[in-house]
């Protein structure tokens, strides 16, 4: 059987491997900067190209093909290139496919670094971008300009959990003469496969769900070759590139990618249905419940829910503060993809430096409180949310 015919949780944890002559059966970890050669000869064949192989760790590496073959192989991706962070991820993508002059239509719902990059940093490098909401098709069409190279979302997004349909934004993208890039990070190739819906891009922070026990900073692009070479270029030329340990860590982590984002789904899930009931919440957001207004969407589009709940508390910041000061477990964190449930108030962390109006407009209520649902027993994470549950 070969690996194209191997099921999701197969390749997770076969796909990418390769063993050295020790015949270990976990992945070796290669810490070197640089690779020798037999001859004089030998080192111009591999620099100029006519013989493949490793020359430095910042053009490649072999843990970090190891990690890029295994994720382009659950991805179903042709080509993946391993960075050093999340967001060097989405510079890479960005510096490889854009230049000044162009345009990019992204979601306004980014993560709020990727939003400070689209709108301080590459601004100045002369990048446009113009935000919409993720969900108005019509927006992205208006947007687009002849200059439009990118379209850039993230579903589900954060804290809201709103979802975009992949398959009508890559129509549209195409029609414009763009690419549609999608950042897979709350999904991961587990729930969501934005290459399969018609997306051309992938970029992941895999420090979240990838690793999924909190330890590492990485990212990946992923898609066809052809599209991804002037990114490679990139990172070869300007060096975020991941670590070898890193890439062990996270070879690592995708082993069991898949029982975790079921069991992550399954407690996120149940917990959302216990919060609609708790006298304490106004309104739950989780593409998993009916009451989810993109249900049949992410229904559609995602294997589950998927583990990030956000909820209204009544009585606005005060009783969201106060809910987060009453728990005793989960790790009070703006972080996300961890073993750990984590808690955190939007308004006054990820996005207290958005302007009020803004953040009204954009749904983020004084009120919200958003947890990254961990692996914890589902018992004892409504135990440590138990205030919710009383009236006076
Ligand atoms: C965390 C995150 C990033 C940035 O990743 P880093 O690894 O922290 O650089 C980008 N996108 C999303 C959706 C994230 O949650």
Redesign the pocket.
């Known amino acids: 059987m070969s690996q194209h015919e191997w099921h999701a949780e197969t390749l997770s944890v076969r796909a990418g491997s390769e063993q050295t002559e020790f015949g270990e059966n976990s992945e070796a970890m290669f810490l070197t900067s640089s690779f020798v050669f037999e001859s004089a000869a030998h080192a111009a064949a591999r620099f100029g190209g006519k013989e493949p192989g490793n020359i430095y760790s910042r053009f490649t590496n072999p843990t970090v093909t190891m990690f890029q073959n295994k994720l382009a192989a659950l991805e179903g991706a042709e080509f993946c290139v391993a960075t050093s962070?999340?967001?060097?991820a989405?510079l890479a993508c960005v510096m490889g496919l854009c230049s000044a002059g162009d345009h990019v239509v992204a979601s306004r719902s980014l993560?709020g670094?990727?939003v400070q990059l689209f709108s301080n940093i590459l601004k100045r490098w002369g990048l446009e971008t113009t935000f919409v909401s993720l969900s108005d098709a019509d927006a992205w069409k208006s947007a687009v300009q002849p200059n439009t190279k990118l379209f850039f979302v993230?579903t589900p997004s954060?804290p809201l959990t709103e979802v975009a349909d992949i398959a009508s934004l890559a129509e549209i993208a195409h029609q414009a003469g763009a690419l549609l890039v999608v950042?897979n990070?709350?999904c991961t190739p587990a729930i969501q496969k934005p290459l399969a819906l018609g997306a051309d891009v992938v970029v992941h922070?895999?420090?979240?769900y990838i690793d999924g026990q909190g330890r590492c900073?990485?990212?990946a692009v992923l898609g066809r070759k052809d599209v991804l070479e002037p990114v490679y270029g990139f990172l070869r030329t300007a060096g975020p590139t991941m670590s070898a340990f890193n890439a062990w860590v996270f070879l690592k982590g995708l082993e069991t990618l898949h029982v975790r984002m079921e069991a992550h789904a399954r407690n996120a899930l149940a917990l959302a249905q216990w919060l609609e009931q708790q006298p304490r919440v106004e309104r739950v957001y989780y593409p998993g419940l009916p009451s989810h207004p993109q249900h049949e969407l992410a229904s559609r589009q995602q294997k589950s829910g998927g583990a990030i709940v956000s909820f209204d508390v009544k009585g606005g910041q005060p009783a969201a503060w106060h809910l987060i000061d009453s728990t005793r477990m989960i790790s009070i964190t703006a972080n996300?993809g961890d073993a750990k449930s984590t808690i955190t108030h939007p308004a006054t962390t990820t996005h207290g430096r958005v302007s009020a109006e803004a953040r009204a407009a954009a749904g983020v209520g004084d009120g919200l409180v958003r947890v990254a649902v961990g692996l914890e027993h589902i018992e004892d994470l409504k135990a440590d949310l138990a205030w919710l549950a009383t009236t006076d």
Do not use: P, R, V, Y
């Not at 962070?85 to 060097?88: P, V």
């Not at 922070?205 to 979240?208: F, H, L, P, R």
């Open positions: 962070s999340g967001m060097s989405i993560f670094t990727s993230e954060n950042d990070c709350f922070s895999a420090t979240k900073l990485g990212g996300l």
